[in-house]
């Protein structure tokens, strides 16, 4: 790889390459050390193309669901079965792997503006800014940017936008999929909230299992199913469906409720 070359977006790739290594050692030991990570998928990681791979997934912190992630998917590149054991596998990750995240969180700090140049696709939320609920349109320049990131590779997004559970997904997602007809594949991930702040930057609790769990490829019509249509599989897909509501205990969820509270990030 030449020293100068660059991605669509203008980052340099032997850049992104050495920053994805050392965030890579800074962070590896969250998920196998002081916490572990249970793993389910690795082989369908590897049988997905090259690009137009388009993962969805529930959200529980800003951060550290997103670093677990790319961990999972640079380890079942390299080789490994549902394991992140040897860091090894961060000497040669796949760089065209982009996450979708909210400008105005990546722009926060120098840390996030790292996290950002390793991935990040930055667009406007049209429902949430400085803390304060908005109504404002999509910009299409957010829209074309996902298109460009599908086109050169693989694409991670958390179509509820929020950390908390059981939220409506937003249609945005369901109109990037019909629009540029990429594979979906489902990612049901659980534990990132009990071992981290809401921020995903801190470590709350030790010996934590977390889990990734990742699904197979859903068959979607693009041209005939609706943008409802594919939400509501979307939610069943991410384990977010309303339905899932009725197996869980009122006291169990009341519970999570009162620590999100008392957890959650003021602006």
């Not at 959200?59 to 040897?86: C, W």
């Not at 809401?198 to 609790?205: D, P, W």
């Not at 339905?243 to 003021?266: C, G, M, N, T």
């Amino acid at each position: 790889m030449g020293l100068f070359k660059r991605n669509p977006f203008g980052h340099n790739l032997f850049m992104k390459r050495w920053l994805i290594r050392i965030l890579g050692l800074m962070t590896h030991s969250r998920y196998k050390g002081f916490n572990s990570l249970q793993i389910e998928g690795s082989d369908i990681v590897r049988s997905l193309p090259e690009n137009n791979v388009l993962f969805v997934s529930n959200h529980q912190t800003y951060f550290a669901d997103v670093v677990a992630m790319l961990h999972v998917f640079y380890a079942s590149l390299a080789g490994r079965e549902d394991s992140i054991k040897n860091v090894g596998y961060l000497w040669n990750p796949k760089l065209n792997i982009y996450y979708v995240a909210a400008k105005e969180t990546m722009s926060k700090s120098l840390l996030t503006r790292l996290l950002a140049y390793a991935g990040s696709i930055s667009i406007e939320r049209t429902w949430r800014a400085d803390g304060k609920d908005v109504n404002r349109q999509v910009k299409m320049s957010d829209i074309t940017n996902i298109g460009t990131a599908l086109d050169d590779g693989w694409v991670i997004t958390f179509p509820q936008g929020t950390t908390r559970p059981w939220k409506p997904l937003r249609k945005g997602t369901a109109h990037i999929i019909k629009n540029y007809k990429p594979i979906v594949v489902p990612v049901v991930i659980d534990g990132f909230r009990r071992s981290f702040d809401r921020k995903g930057l801190y470590i709350k609790k030790k010996g934590i299992l977390q889990s990734i769990q990742i699904k197979e490829p859903l068959e979607i019509d693009y041209e005939k199913e609706s943008v409802a249509d594919i939400i509501e599989k979307l939610e069943y897909a991410i384990e977010q469906h309303p339905s899932f509501l009725k197996v869980i205990p009122q006291e169990e969820l009341a519970a999570y409720e009162e620590d999100h509270r008392k957890r959650e990030w003021r602006y």
